[in-house]
């Protein structure tokens, strides 16, 4: 069994960004990002710390709007409207998930599509669906692919099944493993908690990518002997042993799932810093193309 060692991956395409970054500032360009983060909540501000740190780290320009939780929608779509406008800044993401009384689809569209790093806006997930080269695709589906392709896990032709269906994981997902080329011509099955049979549909996968936002979801039923599982989810559970009194775990139960798979991503120190590393990629690749 391999383990799939996601921060040292994502250590060596920070390291290409870092040069990427060298290289456009010397022409006068020098990326920009913006985080927008409306409320307290920790785990937000723990993710916007990450990406605001990593971003300086490597050479770029970085802002960070930490806005009130009663912040209206109006105010915050007038900050995005004032990044869209701002030539210092090339890529924007607003944190998810914002307070409840804010219409997060209707700031996702507000964005400037060429500043949507996050790659959620509806240009950009047209885009990906068409498999067009353009497109800025989610950093954490795009991190997976990167995962596969940086281990030498051949996916074409490879049965693939995405456990979850969401926009930021299953679906983007789905469709970059679907997409002609490196690290896509797979046939894939997109399954969820629907899903009749779920863990003999699973069981079928070469490569099965599990982002169902479950807790130790995916038990060794799930898994055929020999495949690779990549593990999306990121889950706080109580751990009367830690000093903290939790534990982090992935939708994967690790333990029993491991023994079973020719390689695997753990949890932490899988996906996670590969979902950071493909950020500030896309936002260099922002500043690439509107700087042309």
Known sequence: MTLIDGKAIAQRINEQTRAAVAELTARGVKPGLAVV???????????????????????????????????????????????NNNPAIHGILVQSPPPKHIDERAIVEALDPRKDVD???PINVAKLALGDADAFVPCT????????????????????VVLGRSMIVGKPMALLLMNK????????TVAHSRTRNLAEVCSRADILIAAIGQPEFVK????????????????????PSSAKGSRLVGDVAFAEVAPKCSAITP??????????????????????????
């Open 37 to 83: 983060v409306v409320g307290d909540d920790p785990a937000s501000h723990a993710y916007v710390r990450s990406k605001e740190k990593t971003s300086t780290e490597l050479g770029m320009h970085s802002v960070k709007h930490a806005l009130p939780h009663d912040t209206t929608q109006a105010q915050l779509l007038e900050v995005v409207r004032t990044l």
């Open 119 to 121: 790659g959620f806006h």
């Open 141 to 160: 589906p795009l991190g997976c692919q990167r995962l596969l392709i940086e281990s030498g896990i051949e996916t074409a032709g490879a049965n693939v």
């Open 181 to 188: 080329g490196r690290g896509g011509d797979a046939t894939v």
């Open 220 to 239: 060794a039923n799930f898994v055929r002997e020999g495949a690779v599982v990549i593990d999306v989810g990121i889950n706080r559970v109580a751990d």
């Open 267 to 292: 949890v932490p120190g899988g996906v996670g810093p590969m979902t950071i590393a493909m950020l500030m990629h896309n936002t260099v690749l922002a500043a690439q193309r509107i700087s042309r």
